[in-house]
């Protein structure tokens, strides 16, 4: 019958269509599999990623950028806006553009180490806490993140910071990030729950692998996009609380960050002296990192959700 319907003309043979090269598969499952490709689909994503990039280069051309040093004080105080200082300068006779791109590496430094500790110590309470459900262990580490969570984060980061001796960037950094992690360890606990009992979690069981090879090196590789998307949001929150402490005058002593620039300028009264760059440009780069953090966020959502991802 399918030599009727398919008639073969003297002289040919009838041969099944080529299936895709071998190389052209891999080329395609490769693509698609890269994930810094799915970042970068993501329209927002990109632009966070760019902004974060300039201010990176920003931070590490600080001493080429900057016209003056964060610290001179030869200059006249509280002079307005002007072609030599584009900013105006503060009650020490500082010039307020050179400390706010000197402020780009303390906000950056703290972000970074703040979100990695916080990362870190959510991800083993977290891994540890899931794999254990149900025992002892479970029971403890639950009860010590229920109880990180009900504290209230900011008097307890004041209280922390107010009563040390010394008050610096690891100090700061620390205090942010023991005070920040139980929300991501009860999200990591979540997620390694139902991967415990998968296939390839249960095979390595069999096969005699230890409970920390199994969490670190099977379950902790199929939670890359929720780790990723944990550490972007603690170093969002640090650099945000690194700024309101030093807001409020808790600040590091040795460092001058945009934090510090807004306290000195409503020190000074600079809102009643008219000197609005002083106060409008710290919080306004300020806001527009943390936002753009924010945006590349909704990239690396895309990695965990493919349901999320643009054409």
Do not use: C
């Not at 001058?256 to 760059?277: C, E, H, K, N, P």
């Amino acid at each position: 019958m399918s030599s009727a319907q398919n008639p073969v003309l003297p002289g040919t043979s009838i041969s099944p269509a080529e299936p895709p090269a071998p190389e052209e598969q891999a080329a395609g499952s490769d693509v698609a599999d890269r994930w810094y490709r799915v970042v970068w689909s993501s329209k927002k994503a990109r632009v966070g990623i760019v902004v974060v990039a300039i201010y990176v280069l920003v931070a590490l051309l600080a001493p080429v950028i900057a016209p003056y040093g964060p610290t001179d004080g030869s200059f006249t105080p509280l002079t307005g806006p002007s072609a030599r200082h584009l900013l105006g300068t503060n009650v020490a006779g500082v010039d307020v553009f050179s400390q706010v791109i000197y402020g780009s590496r303390v906000s950056l430094l703290v972000g970074l180490l703040g979100g990695l500790l916080a990362t870190a110590i959510a991800l083993l309470i977290g891994l540890v806490s899931g794999y254990a459900e149900g025992t002892v262990v479970d029971d403890v580490l639950t009860f010590l993140t229920n109880t990180a969570l009900v504290i209230p984060v900011l008097p307890l980061i004041i209280t922390l910071v107010a009563y040390s001796d010394t008050r610096g960037i690891p100090l700061i950094v620390g205090v942010i990030a023991i005070t920040s992690w139980a929300g991501a360890a009860r999200g990591k606990r979540a997620q390694i729950i139902t991967l415990r009992n998968r296939d390839f979690v249960t095979a390595a069981k069999f096969s005699g692998d230890g409970t920390l090879r199994i969490i670190f090196s099977e379950i902790l590789p199929n939670m890359t996009s929720l780790v990723a998307a944990a550490f972007v949001g603690a170093a969002t929150g640090a650099i945000g609380a690194e700024a309101g402490l030093a807001v409020l005058g808790l600040g590091s002593s040795d460092s001058v960050s945009w934090g510090t620039i807004l306290y000195q300028a409503d020190a000074a009264g600079a809102i009643s002296q008219g000197l609005f760059a002083w106060v409008f440009v710290p919080g306004l780069v300020l806001a527009i990192l943390i936002t753009s953090m924010a945006f590349i966020n909704f990239g690396i959502d895309l990695l965990s959700n493919p349901h999320l991802r643009e054409d």
